[in-house]
């Protein structure tokens, strides 16, 4: 979403897809687009500098520390590419910055001052965005935990009173668990509230978040199926596995044709819906029967005519655990 922020801001339509190799449009100004990205590297700079100083490092190794950010070649590259990987490096620092600077006003600061709580909330802010931006950001998450159970254990170690003890883990338990979960879902409703419409990778979701999408064919597609309808056929498991077939046969075994589970759209994933074999029917001139649950069917590939058909005895070729 932080690069489609920035596609709106440019000024883009949305009607380039951004495909290798293609020459942008004018109206895509890419440049305010990589940009806007590029800042995003730029501050890592700073944010390399002021960790640490959270850390008690002297001022001129911080400024070198700076340094070492500001000219290492594979950040400036990545700069200059339309990809996630700057905002995700850049919510990465910042978590370690804000981590560091809760550390510091935790140590030497007074528990549950203003300061205290901005650099607090600030830690679970930045690890909702980490998140956000992409799962590794877990890595993150798991930091920022041994870091809390850390300081809570030396707490309890040093026989604080508990409902004192108690205070603690309810401060970080609100900005360090709820405040970064709210922020994840927070950004969630963003994605589904405006970006509702069909697209390209539609096929790649299950059925049930395909039929919300606008624009798609699985949203105006009845609810009950007839006799002689044609139908894609998707695996139950996770994926975006279709039922796909072809005239080529298998090397081995049965040599019929080969059926397989194919992730893109293709015109041989379509399939009808027949009567069982030996019921014959004109599925154009017949009034509209529904299949119904218990109906013996018969699945025919529509671009071959072949039948579907499932061996008890014969192996497959390849997953050779199970049948044809």
């Known amino acids: 979403m932080l690069v489609a922020l920035a596609e709106v801001i440019a000024g883009h339509n949305g009607t380039f897809n951004f495909k290798s190799a293609k020459k942008y449009p004018e109206y895509v100004d890419y440049t305010f687009i990589r940009a806007q990205i590029a800042l995003?590297?730029?501050?890592?700079?700073?944010?390399?500098?002021?960790t640490c100083r959270h850390l008690h490092i002297s001022r001129p190794m911080a400024t070198l520390a700076g340094c070492f950010v500001l000219f290492d070649n594979a950040l400036?590259?990545?700069?200059r590419f339309i990809l996630l990987d700057e905002p995700l490096l850049f919510f990465t620092a910042m978590t370690l910055w804000s981590a560091t600077g809760f550390q510091y006003v935790n140590k030497h600061g007074r528990s549950f001052s203003r300061r205290w709580w901005k650099w607090l909330l600030l830690t679970g802010f930045s690890l909702g965005c980490v998140m956000s931006s992409k799962w590794v950001g877990l890595f993150c998450v798991i930091m920022v935990g041994i870091a809390t159970a850390d300081d809570l254990f030396r707490k309890y170690c040093d026989l604080m009173p508990w409902k004192l003890y108690a205070r603690h883990w309810l401060a970080r338990g609100i900005a360090l668990i709820l405040v970064p979960l709210a922020i994840y879902v927070a950004c969630f409703w963003v994605h589904f509230h405006y970006l509702y419409r069909s697209g390209n990778g539609d096929h790649k979701l299950s059925a049930k978040f395909q039929a919300h999408l606008k624009g798609n064919k699985l949203n105006?597609?009845?609810?009950d199926i007839t006799y002689g309808a044609f139908v894609d056929i998707r695996a139950v498991y996770n994926g975006p596995g279709l039922l796909h077939s072809h005239i080529d046969r298998y090397p081995s075994g049965s040599h019929l044709q080969q059926v397989t589970c194919f992730p893109h759209r293709d015109k041989n994933n379509i399939w009808q819906l027949r009567k069982a074999r030996g019921i014959s029917a004109n599925y154009t001139l017949d009034p509209i029967e529904f299949v119904q649950n218990g109906?013996?069917?018969?699945?025919?590939?529509?671009?071959?005519?072949?039948?579907?058909r499932a061996s008890k005895h014969v192996l497959a070729p390849l997953t050779t655990s199970h049948f044809e």
């Open 40 to 50: 995003y590297g730029v501050a890592l700079v700073p944010m390399a500098y002021l």
């Open 76 to 79: 400036c590259v990545m700069s």
């Open 220 to 223: 105006t597609q009845p609810y």
């Open 295 to 308: 109906d013996i069917i018969q699945v025919v590939h529509n671009r071959t005519g072949a039948a579907l």
